[in-house]
């Protein structure tokens, strides 16, 4: 019997072509698998931020004001004491009994991720109501990672058709205050009382989306 040389016992040219291709499909699929999962996870976001906004256009259409402006009824969301309580918050009037039904869970739990959403008005630069989405219930300094703001940028382009963090409704923000935290039947409620976004002015001015940033504020203004 006679001895196998060396070059007979690896593969040839066409085998190793065919696994290159079994693992660059592999690979496809997986990014492909990864991809799938960060868009169903961005339209949770999307969805629930437009769920809290409709809601509080269609307690509008029902009261004749927002939730949250229950006592001097500017148009204003928790400008005053009297709205800066967790049942008088904009949130907490929603998620009250008999007011919707099955109001959205706050916060949102994505996997592993949990954004808190919170509505209120900036007193501190556009003087406009702010539905704000954070990281942490009490919208501290804790800023969002680059996992995140990939869940961000998709909710700025779904409402401005941009991802763009300082132009449009849709901002970054680097500091947010709120009032009035609390649970209404399991739902958290907090009022913003004021927001850093950038270059507080209607028109904004381009900035990008970073890891700087804590929160993004959806700017609307009020009704009359």
């Known amino acids: 019997m006679g001895i196998k040389k060396s070059w007979e016992e690896g593969f040839t040219l066409v085998e190793l072509a065919i696994v290159l291709v079994i693992i660059g ?11 799938l999962i960060d868009n169903a996870r961005a339209k ?3 969805t629930t931020a437009n769920t809290w906004n409709m809601l509080t256009w269609a307690y509008m259409d029902r009261k004749g004001r927002f939730p949250g402006d229950n006592t001097n009824r500017d148009g204003l969301i928790g400008n005053i004491a009297g709205e800066q309580t967790a049942a008088t918050s904009a949130i907490g009037e929603m998620a009250a009994t ?25 007193s501190s630069g556009t003087n406009k109501n702010a539905l704000v989405i954070c990281k942490t219930v009490g919208c501290a300094a804790t800023v969002f990672t680059l996992d995140e703001l990939k869940l961000i940028e ?33 739902i958290a409620t907090a009022v913003v009382t004021a927001v850093t976004v950038p270059n507080e002015t209607i028109a904004g001015a381009t ?18």
């Open 25 to 35: 499909i592999i690979i496809g699929a997986v990014m492909k698998g990864q991809d």
């Open 44 to 46: 949770k976001v999307i």
């Open 98 to 122: 008999g007011a919707f039904t099955n109001p959205p869970a706050n916060p949102i739990a994505i996997g592993s991720y949990q954004f808190w959403i919170y509505i209120g008005y900036d």
């Open 154 to 186: 998709a909710v700025d382009t779904a409402i401005d058709g941009i991802s763009d963090a300082g132009l449009g409704q849709f901002r970054g923000a680097t500091a947010v205050t709120l009032a009035g935290s609390g649970t209404v039947n399991g």
């Open 207 to 224: 900035t990008a989306w970073a890891i700087t940033q804590n929160a993004a504020v959806w700017l609307f203004d009020r009704p009359y």
